[in-house]
């Protein structure tokens, strides 16, 4: 027995290293850790990213402080343009925002009428990408914000071109980011046109789709796709990428899988947003933000059409503005004959009952104005109770006979 | 068949490394792996941990000594995925321990060697990667036979360049 094991002892040695580690996956597959305060990560993994970051974290600072230097004191030609552009640019935009903004107040009491919640980003930290997992079997990224940063786990992750991705480990300074093309990752999206709703996974080669979805001939590529907010973890309508090919579905032969491209650029990832806290309602920083564009919006408007728009100074009670309270909206001047087409002329939805209008033109007291008030309908009077019914006919346009 | 002898004196020869460059250039490796892709996404396609772990096992000429730096450096490796950590511990234990093997029976030093067990090595980290995968773990993961192959190439012809580097390293005796 001895010679045996002497005689076999680096096989030996191999293969109790191997089942050993076989017995490791064993538990950890079946036992996966899952929690919310990121302390319960498996120290070998503690260790290893605590001994790596700080070697990335100096990489990166290094390579910053150069293209920082670089950035600001030496590339400097076309700033001047490029100011200029981004001026007109943001004037444009402001215009565009104010324009929609009433769409969104109005979006907004909609969905308070309708009992809809909806989430806003309120707080989010900003982290550099300090690493990569080394392989691409896992899509994660490392940032340099953790635990004492307020990161915790599957807070989204995002930049302003779109999703990235979720936190899936925290450590006192680092944190480990899920990207979407993972394989095991998944998040809910809504394809903004057909408004379709499906879950996007990443492939083992990392790129993104969207499976088990009925063919559509509705659905082009270039559609946009955006989050639905359906999982509980990313906010709704944050970008996510396009439909770049309809392809069947492998698994399912009815259905088709959407190929998505991505909207981030995920293997050139440097800066990331984590969204940290979210809210129910507007936050007053977006308020304020709205606010000021309509004000902005007002004085390019007056600057490009003098006296269309003159700046409000009193809102809409009469009283004067305050100098520190947000501007109220652009509103259109009064018109000078209101009609019912005029803001406020209607009364409120509650108050209105089906068929009521009708009822008060079929039966309103005749008179010669109302005779003659009703050009696409023919009035007559009942003999039989003296009331005169209104008997409505299409309209119907004449032409003219040459 | 110059390239058997297992009882010329040179190819027996153990050679041996300072502890700071055993604890130093698998830690550098793993750190370049995790760091160059995020400014080369391309560097992603080399597996610089593998090839070191081949390396100091054909130079160590330990098979225990081979699966121990394979088991070390692949479970590094493994945690700093999100996936179970044993995966590339595995199949760095077995390639640690068939390199040692391997050099102790042929001349690792040649080139043309070097490449051919470099590139042998990198296309069976890749079926093993695979079959740990499928089988271990359920998860269904791609088998792109020519990437791999081509993949098996670059990293046999990086190696070469690699191990001439790192054999100023060791010391001689």
Same mark, same amino acid.
């Given at each position: 027995m001895e010679s045996f094991l002497s005689r076999n002892r680096n096989p030996l040695v191999l293969l109790a290293v191997v089942l050993a580690q076989l017995l490791g996956l064993a538990v950890q597959v079946r036992r996966p850790t899952a929690d919310n305060?990121?302390?319960? =990560?498996?120290l070998v993994r503690y260790w290893v990213v605590s001994l790596m970051s700080p070697f990335e974290r100096a990489f990166l600072f290094v390579g910053h402080g150069v293209s920082h230097t670089w950035d600001g004191?030496?590339?400097?030609?076309h700033v001047r343009a490029q100011n200029q552009q981004l001026q007109a640019e943001l004037n444009r935009m402001r215009l565009e925002q104010s324009s929609l903004a009433e769409d969104a107040r109005q979006d907004i009491r909609l969905q308070k009428l309708l009992g809809f919640q909806q989430n806003y980003i309120s707080k989010t930290v900003a982290g550099h990408?300090?690493? =990569?997992?080394?392989?691409?079997l896992s899509r994660v990224v490392y940032i340099d914000k953790g635990f004492d940063s307020g990161i915790r786990i599957d807070m989204p992750v995002i930049t302003p071109d779109g999703v990235v991705g979720k936190i899936r480990a925290v450590f006192p300074h680092t944190a480990q980011v899920l990207e979407?093309?993972?394989?095991?990752s998944g998040l809910g999206v809504v394809l903004t046109r057909t408004r379709l709703r499906g879950i996007l996974r990443g492939t083992t080669d990392g790129r993104t789709e969207i499976t088990d979805i009925l063919p559509?001939?509705?659905?082009?590529?270039?559609e946009q796709v955006i989050t639905?907010?359906?999982?509980?973890?990313y906010p709704s309508g944050l970008p996510v990428g396009v439909v770049e090919r309809i392809v069947p579905d492998p698994e399912q032969n009815s259905d088709v899988a959407l190929l998505i491209k991505p909207a981030v650029n995920l293997s050139r990832l440097d800066e990331v947003l984590v969204i940290t806290q979210t809210q129910s309602s507007i936050p007053s920083t977006m308020q304020q933000d709205v606010s000021t564009s309509e004000q902005r919006a007002a004085d390019v408007l007056a600057q490009r059409l003098p006296g269309a728009l003159p700046p409000p100074t009193v809102g809409p009670d009469g009283k004067p503005l305050d100098a520190n309270s947000p501007p109220p909206p652009v509103r259109p001047p009064a018109p000078l004959h209101p009609d019912r087409? =005029?803001?406020?002329a209607t009364p409120p939805a509650d108050d209105l009952k089906p068929g009521a209008a009708y009822q008060k033109q079929m039966f309103a007291p005749e008179s010669p104005a109302n005779a003659t008030a009703q050009p696409g309908g023919a009035a007559k009077s009942s003999p039989a109770d003296g009331q005169p019914t209104a008997t409505p006919t299409p309209k119907t346009k004449q032409e003219p006979q040459n | 068949m110059s390239l058997l002898h297992p009882s010329s004196r040179r190819e027996m020869e153990e050679h041996r490394f300072h502890p700071l460059v055993l604890i130093l250039v698998p830690l550098l490796a793993i750190f370049f792996q995790a760091y160059l892709p995020l400014r080369f +996404?391309?560097?992603?396609?080399?597996?610089v941990p593998v090839l070191i772990v081949i390396y100091f096992a054909v130079s160590r000429r330990s098979p225990i000594g081979g699966t121990l730096l394979g088991l070390i450096i692949g479970i590094i490796q493994d945690a700093l995925?999100?996936? +179970?950590?044993?995966i590339n511990g595995i199949i760095d234990c077995i390639l640690g321990y068939l390199a040692a093997s391997i050099g102790l029976r042929i001349d690792v030093d040649n080139p043309g060697t070097r490449l051919i067990m470099n590139f042998t090595f990198i296309l069976l980290a890749s079926i093993l990667h695979v079959l740990i995968l499928r089988r271990l773990l359920g998860i269904h993961e791609q088998w792109y036979g020519l990437h791999e192959v081509a993949r098996a190439v670059v990293n046999g012809l990086i190696g070469v360049v690699l191990f001439a580097l790192l054999d100023r390293l060791r010391q001689r005796q």
């Open positions: 305060s990121g302390h319960q =990560t498996r004191y030496v590339d400097l030609r990408v300090i690493g =990569t997992s080394g392989t691409d979407i093309n993972d394989q095991t559509d001939e509705r659905i082009q590529p270039g639905s907010g359906g999982d509980q973890v087409f =005029t803001p406020g | +996404p391309s560097v992603g396609f080399l597996n995925t999100h996936l +179970p950590l044993g």
